[in-house]
């Protein structure tokens, strides 16, 4: 079983900056892609970033320029940094993992709770 905690969230004001992590924890032998969706009430849920263990980040539009994402293999996180930050980026933002835990096992998806960040003066 493999556990994901996320933390960094909360209250800013526009153009502020917050920085979120996220952790995965349990039976990993290897991790893929860790990435980041949020969801708006209303709105579908969005990409807003991805890294995969070897090759180049995917960033969604709306947050190209502003946020980065980043990961520490050895210890199985993954952050974003976001910076200059709106009020249309407020919502919950999710993680994930593409994790196996034993090499000929297939990668599966282990999701974290949520974290809330608002954008707001």
């Known amino acids: 079983q493999v556990r994901m905690v996320e933390s960094g969230g909360g209250l800013v004001q526009p153009g502020g900056s917050l920085r979120l992590s996220c952790t995965a924890s349990?039976?990993?032998?290897?991790?893929?892609?860790m990435a980041w969706y949020r969801q708006a009430p209303g709105n579908q849920p969005e990409l807003v970033a991805a890294?995969?263990?070897?090759?180049?980040?995917t960033y969604g539009d709306s947050v190209k320029g502003r946020f980065t994402i980043s990961r520490d293999n050895a210890n199985n996180t993954a952050y974003l940094q976001m910076n200059s930050l709106k009020p249309e980026d407020t919502a919950v933002y999710y993680c994930?993992?593409?994790?196996?835990?034993?090499?000929?096992?297939?990668?599966?998806?282990?999701w974290g709770q949520g974290t809330q960040v608002t954008v707001s003066s």
């Open positions: 994930y993992a593409d994790v196996k835990y034993t090499s000929w096992a297939p990668f599966r998806r282990y």
């Open positions: 349990g039976s990993i032998f290897s991790i893929n892609t």
């Open positions: 890294i995969p263990s070897g090759g180049s980040t």
